[in-house]
């Protein structure tokens, strides 16, 4: 069994943690920006996580010797008759997990790849990270970890701004283009969408990678903008900015709390382990549980959502589900990133405590760069919009910077 313990291997898994959980947004969203279905996405994305903590905990937790006081993987399987309060909490992680990534593919959709983040990810640390310090028994150095905390707190009300101000500024452009006689009828943007086929890239006037067909479709603009929701799975428009905000907050709470459940399903500081002696959740059996609760609350609500959708998505069915490849690879490969980032993330946390580890909600600054190059968010927007951006990442890369800096060693 693999077992991380000093620092330096810590972070190496933080870092590769924060380039997969950076990414795998920037992939679901460019397939709702592509037209596919989110339900389609997120089904394809559940089974890929799942496997990616099957194969983790396959070659890390049960290949090799185990060390003393420590069960593999199959072992603490069968033992769950002693261990299931463990499991548990492991459990309880995975179902906050899950609805908190089930919230975040609309709000994605409604409030952007970059502010949706930077928020979930503030909140993510101003409560999970705090609950993680007491949990880890102070591991960590207060007078450099709260700081930290701090600075991410203030980086969510600058997010807040951001998504306030860049909506005002679509609102403005939106409004001169149609008083300036631009026609936003429906034979306009369908000539639009065609001009945004995927699969076409030579036609491809673009949302996704940036190289349009003319100065009036180039990110940024109101046609841009136009065609974009007409492509689009999820309808935004006639939206309250309100809506965006409140399913990001709501997000947010409850991706703050996935890691303390893991902390305790893998420490049991509750001492919730009734029979003496029984050996502590490793990580990869912990993390195995966690996925299989994420799995089975990401399949049984998209499937619902198939036939009972929200925010203007169209309907669809088990059948067009199956037989809808488009995309289906990506989805797929998003999976993946989320599964091994989050496995990462927790053996990092066992090591040198999960409050340090929280370091890994820096993924927005990963997805701000997809944000920018792939979908051309923030183009041709305001100064104001600019500033409140620039002072927002700012903040986000000293408090990320400082949240390193408080790491632990965990003695036990």
Known sequence: MLVVEDKRGAIALMLASLLFLGTFPAVL??????????????????????????????????????????????????????NWPSVLF??????????????????????????????????????????????????????????GVGCFLIAVFLGAAVHSSNAKDNEKKLSLAESGGVDFSSDVTS????????????????????NAIGEAKKPGTAEFIIAVENRRSIKVFGSGKLLGLVLIFFA????????????????DQWHALKTKGTPHLVVYTAFFYFSLSCFVLGIGLNLW????????????????????????????????????????????????GYAAADAVQA?????????????????????????????MLTMFVVAVAVLMASAGHRKT
């Open 29 to 82: 969203t460019l397939l709702e920006r592509r037209g596919r279905l989110p339900q389609h996405s997120y089904l394809d994305y559940s089974v890929a996580n799942l496997l990616a903590a099957v194969v983790i905990a396959l070659a890390l937790g049960q290949a090799g010797e185990t060390k003393h006081g420590m069960q593999d993987f199959f072992t603490q399987l069968t033992e769950i008759h002693d």
């Open 90 to 147: 492991a459990m309880a992680g995975g179902l906050f997990l899950g609805l908190g990534n089930l919230i975040s593919q609309y709000a994605w959709a409604f409030a952007g790849l970059t502010v949706t983040n930077i928020i979930c990810s503030s909140l993510t640390v101003v409560l999970g990270t705090t609950m993680n310090y007491f949990l880890d028994g102070r591991i960590n150095r207060a007078e450099i970890l709260f700081p």
């Open 191 to 210: 000539k639009e969408a065609v001009l945004l086929d995927p699969e076409d890239p030579k036609k491809n006037g673009d949302c996704e990678n940036g």
């Open 252 to 267: 947010g709470v409850c991706f703050s709390l996935f890691a303390p459940a893991i902390n305790l399903a893998t420490n």
């Open 305 to 352: 959502f198939l036939y009972h959708p929200t925010a203007g998505v169209p309907a669809s069915t088990v059948g067009a589900y199956a037989r809808d490849w488009k995309g289906r690879q990506w989805a797929l490969l998003a999976g993946l990133l989320c599964g091994f980032g989050n496995g990462f993330q927790f053996m990092a946390g066992q090591a040198a």
């Open 363 to 391: 993924l927005p600054l990963v997805s701000t760069f997809w944000a920018v190059v792939l979908f051309g968010d923030y183009r041709r927007s305001s100064r104001k919009t600019y500033m409140l951006l620039a002072a």
